[in-house]
């Protein structure tokens, strides 16, 4: 399932399609690291051709809109309760308590790579280019696929798109055709990609040896996945309105995992800024940890680097007051 959006309104739910339904037809280009488009990709669409699938599609549409009911009611509540201005002053012991309850929600998810990697290498780096991952944190269903990411062992091309946003949201839409959450660009296999439980099913096939989702993580979405969003009020929602309007020249890069409580402070905050980042995922038995403690001499996340700025930083706190400093409309100005 993935969460669309259509002019002002903030989510929308759609149904997710069997792979076996999905074709792939040549596309125009995608988006590079620095913002550009470059080389030819695919895209995907789904089709129902037998009944089989009509019926599985007509029970998905049922679900979906009921979910998106409840979506209508909720997103304008988490606006008005999410906490006003993200750069003031935070309660840091209310902001901790509450992201450690939405971590609580969705244990055993997002936390540790999943048994059975590639001869404990980290598959990322044997792949030419990235994958890039366009989604907003307040999201469950991409966080359903942050989850997955962080099994994996994947780093990846985050391209937040929160909801006022200025630059990725309309890239989505004139590569997919409508702006739906989450988003997967894989360039390795010229895959285009909406539906987070068809995305998930897509990495462990395509980069998980054999490998399936762990289980429950796929349905517990629609049970728990919205807890960190409730919990969270709404952050990483919604861009801030004095968020710089100038890319950085290069991606930052954050190292984390999903269901670290300090290292969602952190996203949220990179989503709200609008920052396109290089998520290294590096839950319990990662092969990145070697990498982690050459850079910072610590194995702790989240850890922050700027190449911009050549600002690295390990506290959230630090990350968070150096963030919305840094790329605010002020400082740019």
Not at 35 to 54: A, D, I, T
Not at 133 to 146: G, Q
Not at 166 to 173: A, G, K, P, Q, T
Not at 275 to 288: A, F, K, M, Q
Request: net charge positive.
């Amino acid at each position: 399932m993935s969460i669309s959006v259509v002019d002002s309104s903030l989510c929308h739910p759609t149904a997710s399609f069997p792979s076996s339904m999905v074709h792939s037809n040549r596309f125009s280009k995608r988006i590079s690291g620095n913002g550009n488009w470059v080389r030819e990709r695919r895209r995907l669409y789904v089709k129902s051709s037998n009944s089989e699938g009509k019926k599985e599609e007509a029970a998905q549409k049922s679900s979906s809109n009921n979910t998106s009911s409840f979506l209508s009611f909720l997103c304008p509540l988490l606006k008005v309760f999410s906490g006003g201005d993200p750069s003031q002053q935070r309660n840091h012991a209310l902001e901790v308590a509450t992201s450690s309850l939405a971590s609580v929600a969705r244990l055993p998810w997002g936390s540790r790579v999943s048994t059975g990697s590639i001869d404990n290498q980290d598959v990322s780096s044997n792949l030419p280019l990235r994958l890039q991952l366009f989604e907003f944190e307040a999201c469950p269903f991409c966080r359903r696929v942050r989850e997955a990411m962080t099994e994996l062992d994947l780093s990846v091309e985050v391209y937040p798109c929160p909801k006022g946003s200025i630059r990725h949201r309309e890239l989505v839409r004139r590569s997919g055709g409508k702006e739906m959450f989450p988003f997967l660009v894989d360039p390795n296999t010229e895959t285009l990609m909406y539906e987070s439980g068809d995305i998930v099913k897509y990495l462990f096939k395509q980069y998980g040896n054999g490998r399936g989702p762990s289980t429950g993580l796929l349905e517990s979405t629609l049970f728990t996945g919205w807890m960190p969003t409730l919990l969270r009020a709404g952050r990483g929602m919604s861009l801030w309105d004095k968020a710089s309007t100038d890319l950085p020249p290069k991606m930052l890069e954050l190292f984390s995992y999903e269901n670290n409580p300090y290292s969602r402070l952190v996203r949220e905050a990179l989503c709200e800024l609008e920052l396109p980042y290089v998520l290294h995922n590096i839950g319990e038995g990662s092969t990145r940890m070697k990498s982690l403690l050459n850079a910072s001499g610590s194995n702790k996340v989240p850890f922050l680097v700027d190449p911009n700025t050549g600002v690295q930083l390990g506290d959230y706190e630090k990350i968070l007051a150096y963030l919305f400093k840094t790329y605010s409309s002020a400082a740019s100005a």
